[in-house]
Structure formats: structure tokens, C-alpha cells
């Protein structure tokens, strides 16, 4: 008889993954349910939407992963719509499933602190979906522009507002400059540079404001060499009707908003209330168990673990969900004493452009071609798969030496009535 107790992980990112590799198999079965059925790497979205790389090259199979880690992990693909706490279940959109030991790694999602209609209109980069689609929208953008006549109406579809001066917004914004720069002479003969308009607005003094001020002053810089405008102190507040309200009381027309200004936990429908707290994230004690619950812990980005070093919680990044995961692995594994939560901050980093990063390590601070070459190569051995590293590799040198990739074709989907001819 199969005395193993039965752990569902929700999440297949950086926390999920990590659990379940560490999970004993003596002790435990695990199943992890994602929505999709594949582990992103969200630092290298930014290059999805820029056209740097392709989504396949930094997304991994879970299945795959799974399979090595052995028999007793499973994956069941599946969006969390209830999850039950008295009956210990969890329902998916396909089925309904039962837990001893329920572990939430479900991440987070855009932030649009209380505006209206920004989940329908603006363009995002949080997840592989999104930054997907931002690319078409860019791409498309070009080919429109390229094809304009109308002066007025080609800058129009040729300006990008960046929303967010953290590592995503500056790294977004980096990437357009380097297209306006490189590509648009090089490919786009019929424009003329100075028709893209790139603009990132942040709300606060400085860029990057989470790591060392030299970093922020370096990122504001490059991003100007690249001939992106950047407005600090500038928050937005609304955007309708293709308007954006600043909170001076300016108005401005975009047509094409770039969102990276906040994230908040994901949503578990059924979790009560009490169980949540600021900005979606779900309150845990220093061994990663859900305040006030028993059998239900919280990890990643979604968990908030108040303490004195970190009193409004641990900063949102890979190293504190992969640093959570290993502990809790520790606790439930019961082979050695837990010990509670500690994070081990090994630093920062955030690339502008070609032969341009920052990198903040504990009070050492570079930059410039040895931080770029720091970047890739972090980035590099953490992408999970050999054909993944390789490909992603390839794709810089070849960047590198050409500046021009394959991957700027606009492959639309076929719309649904389609399927009739294969009939379904
Ligand atoms: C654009 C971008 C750039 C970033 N750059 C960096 C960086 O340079 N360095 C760094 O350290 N960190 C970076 N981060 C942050 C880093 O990605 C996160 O800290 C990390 O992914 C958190 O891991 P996680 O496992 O908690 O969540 P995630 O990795 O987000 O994984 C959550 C998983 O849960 C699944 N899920 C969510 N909701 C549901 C649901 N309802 N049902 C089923 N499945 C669900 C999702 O599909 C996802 O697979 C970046 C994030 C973004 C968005």
C-alpha cells in the first residue's frame, strides 16, 4: 500500500520546480498543476517582445523535467479556479483534486493599482502570452509605419510608452532603442530613425531603484545614448481612450502602452480573505507555512514573509523563490532540523543593450562590457535545458556579430471558423 502522503504544488515556475525536485519520493507523491505546460524564464521575456529570441528557446517542457525527477512527481495541466481548504481539494478548469499538503507557488501578475481598462489595453511582458503579443504589436507597428505615408499618422503608430523604470521597464526600453539604432537603418529603409519614439516614465527619482544609485544613474545614460527619452517623477494615472493621465494633470496620446510597473500575487479563488494580504500575497510564518493554516504553504513571489531585515517582505526576484523552495524542501523532507527562512541576496543585475549592464553585488558595483558578459553568463547556466542554452547562445553571438535575427516574422494565428476544414 502506497503510504506516501500526496503534496499538490500550484505553479510550475521557479518556486514549484524547485520543490519538486527536492521533495523526497520516499515520503511523498507530488503533483504540480500549471496552467501551462511548460517552465518560462521571465528575466529574458523582455527579448520575446523585442525579437531578440524566440519564446521555445527559454521555455521548457514540465513534463520533461518531471520525468527525470522520477515516477513519484507528476504535472496535470489545469488553471486553479477553488481551492477548498476544509475538504483539502483544489479545482482546476478540468477536474477536482485532493491534497494532504498543498503548497501555492502561483507567482504574480500585473499591477495596475486601481485603473480602469488597463488589463484590456495595454501591452505586457509578464508572461510568454503577453510578451508574444507585445512583439506582433511592435512588428506590425513597423510594417504599418513602413507603408505610411502620413507623417503625423506614422509617428503615432511608431511611439512606444514604456510605463515602469525598474529591471523589466529599463530593459524593454533598452531593447527599442537598440532597434531604432540597429535594425530600423538597417532593415526598414522607407523610415526614417527618428519616427520611433521611445519614452519610459517612472514614477520615482531614479531608475533601477532598487539597486545602487550608480546603477540608475548608468541605466539613465545608456538608455539616452539610445536615444529613449526618460521622464522621472513622472507618475501615470489613467489611460482612456488611448489618453494618458499623468498625476500633474497632463494628457498625452498613445496608442501603444508598454505596462511594467507593478505585479500582485495571483489570485486564488476560494482562499479566504484572511488568508491575504497586501497586494495578493499570502502572509507566511519563517517556514513557509501559510499563517493560520495548517498543511498549506506559500512560496515565491506570491508569499509574504514579514521580517526584521525585509519588513514589507523579500524583493519579488528568481533567488528568493528558488532560496523559499529549498527551504521548505528542508521542513517537509523532516531529514535534517528545519531552520527558518533566511534569504542570501547575491545581488542584482539589469542589461541596457549590447555592451551595456549594471550589476549591484552587496555594495560591488560594474558595468559596462564585463557587466554585459556577467549578465549573459548568469543568465545562460540558468536557463533549464542544454538546447535552450545553446540556442539562446547561438541567437546572442549571431545578434552580436549581425545585429539582425530571423525571429522579426509575424506568424498571426488562424482564427477559430478555420478549424471547420479540419472538422472540429
Ligand atoms: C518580465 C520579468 C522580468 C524579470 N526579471 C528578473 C530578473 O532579471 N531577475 C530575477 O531574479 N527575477 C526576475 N523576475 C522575477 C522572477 O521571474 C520571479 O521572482 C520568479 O519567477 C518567481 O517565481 P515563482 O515560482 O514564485 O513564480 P513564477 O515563476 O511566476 O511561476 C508561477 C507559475 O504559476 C502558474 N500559475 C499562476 N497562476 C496559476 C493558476 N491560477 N493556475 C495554475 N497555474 C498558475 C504560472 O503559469 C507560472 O508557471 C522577472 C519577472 C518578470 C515578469
Redesign the pocket.
Known sequence: MDTRENVLI?????????LAKRLSRTKYNVMV????N?????????QIASSGLDASSISFPLRREFRRMGKHVTYHM????NIDIKAKTVT?SYETIPYDKLVI?????NNYFGMEGLDQTVFG???VAE?TYTRDEILDRLERGAICSDPVRRRKLLSFLVVGGG??GV??AGALGEMKKDILPREYPELNPDDLRIVLVEGSDKLLGSMDPRAGQQALDDLRHLMVEVRLGCVMKGYKDKIVTFADGTEEYWETLIW?AG?RG????GLPPEYVSRAGRIPIDPYCRVKGLDDVYA?????LLECEDYPKGH????????Q??RNLALTLNGTKQPVPFRYNDKG???TIGKNRAVVDMKGRFISGRIAWLAWMFI?LISILGMRNKLSVLLNWCWNYVTYSTSLRLLFRPAKYPLRKHWGD
Do not use: C
Not at 500550484?10 to 524547485?18: E, K, S, V, Y
Not at 511548460?38 to 523582455?46: A, I, N, R, V
Not at 495571483?266 to 479563488?269: F, L, Q
Not at 524583493?315 to 523563490?321: C, F, H, K, R, T
Open positions: 500550484i505553479g510550475g515556475g521557479f518556486a514549484g520546480l524547485n498543476v500549471d496552467r501551462n511548460f517552465h518560462g524564464f521571465p528575466p529574458l521575456f523582455y489545469g488553471h486553479v479556479k482546476t507557488a502561483a507567482g504574480t501578475t511582458i509578464k508572461t510578451a529591471p523589466s530593459e524593454i511594467t505585479v495571483e489570485t486564488m479563488p512560496i515565491g513571489d506570491i508569499a524583493p519579488q526576484v528568481a533567488q528568493v523563490a528558488i523559499m523552495a542584482s543585475m539589469a543568465h
